[in-house]
Nanobody
Framework: VQLQASGGGLVQAGGSLRLSCKAS????????MNWYRQAPGKQRELVAS???????NYADSVKGRFASSRVYANRTVYLQANSLKPEDTAVYYC?????????WGQGTQVTVSS
């Protein structure tokens, strides 16, 4: 299983970024794909989940600002992050499970300046 995340960067508060995660080694059509983030000194937290049918769930802190989507043909899941705030600064990871085991991408840094 490989999860390759990209799209992070430095952005001013109020700006937007689109994160991508390309998956291989899984049945992408049926796997739930998750986005987590970890800020310095804090625990990793679940930000968004998108299920095989395209339904989504979001952490309260990002509802209305972030949106996850998936393109089956490209085996890629996206996280569109809008109206970014300094508190969104973190390393963002994509995640999925297979055979009861968690798999993680390498993480992509998002830094939001005030």
């Amino acid at each position: 299983v490989q999860l390759q995340a990209s799209g992070g960067g430095l952005v001013q508060a109020g700006g937007s970024l689109r994160l991508s995660c390309k998956a291989s080694g899984i049945n992408f059509a049926i796997n739930t794909m998750n986005w987590y983030r970890q800020a310095p000194g804090k625990q990793r937290e679940l930000v968004a989940s998108i299920r095989s049918d395209g339904s989504t769930n979001y952490a309260d802190s990002v509802k209305g600002r972030f949106a996850s989507s998936r393109v089956y043909a490209n085996r890629t899941v996206y996280l569109q992050a809008n109206s970014l705030k300094p508190e969104d600064t973190a390393v963002y990871y994509c995640n999925t499970m297979r055979g009861g085991r968690d798999y993680w991408g390498q993480g992509t840094q998002v830094t939001v300046s005030s």
